[in-house]
């Protein structure tokens, strides 16, 4: 394991802990993220458009098409191992609510005031999927990409999704800003989890 990967697995799960535990214990950081949602709900279409993108309804697909395609074309090339990596994919995929609901129940975090009285807004469940399926899907076609400029844009695109999905379910007010950061951070480890499998993300090679 890189350097890399040891930072990527490393200090997001410590910035998550860190947020985990200032939602329980109700410390200081949650008065700043108070204030930067009140500076930055306003519901609006948009809003709401943008964070459907993060319905399971619309990102699982997305994925699922991906893991298709991968077992697809792994199979046709005879690439080395064709069918671990979807099923890798499929397997982040699947813990998310695992992960996601359980701490959902033991934070039992409010939700911003725009929303019905409620708990269990923390970590978003949106950005995960959202993160995870469209980030899963990304390191899948990236293994058949050999452009640069293509791979570049597919990864520009899934970013672009993600932030998108974020910033909607913020300014609609149907999550306050550290539980979209939280699933930030947790959506991190397992992409970076992920890509370790062997083809992930790389060029695939024949057997």
């Not at 395609?69 to 191992?81: M, V």
């Not at 813990?95 to 996601?100: R, W, Y």
């Not at 807004?121 to 999927?129: D, E, K, V």
């Not at 597919?154 to 672009?160: D, K, P, S």
Request: with cysteine; glycine share 8%; charged share 10%.
């Amino acid at each position: 394991m890189s350097t890399r990967h040891r930072a990527l697995l490393g200090l997001p799960a410590a910035l998550f802990a860190l947020i985990t535990w200032q939602v329980v214990v109700h410390g200081p950081l949650l008065r700043l993220d108070s204030r930067l949602s009140r500076d930055l709900v306003q519901p609006d279409g948009f809003g709401q458009v943008l964070s459907d993108l993060g319905n399971i309804q619309v990102a699982v697909p997305v994925l699922a098409a991906a893991v298709v395609y991968a077992l697809r074309r792994g199979r046709a090339t005879g690439a080395h191992r064709w069918w671990l990596p979807p099923a890798a994919a499929a397997v982040v995929m699947a813990l998310v609510p695992v992960i996601i609901e359980p701490l959902k129940d033991w934070t039992a975090r409010p939700g911003p005031p725009v929303e019905p009285p409620a708990v269990g807004y923390f970590p978003s469940g949106h950005t995960a999927t959202a993160a995870v399926a469209y980030g899963s899907a990304t390191l899948l076609l990236l293994s058949w990409l050999r452009s640069t400029a293509a791979r570049r844009s597919l990864v520009t695109g899934c970013a672009a999704l993600v932030l998108g999905v974020s910033y909607g379910l913020v300014r609609h007010g149907y999550h306050w800003p550290l539980d979209v950061v939280a699933s930030w951070c947790l959506c991190t480890v397992l992409l970076t989890a992920l890509s370790l499998v062997p083809g992930v993300g790389r060029s695939a090679t024949r057997t």
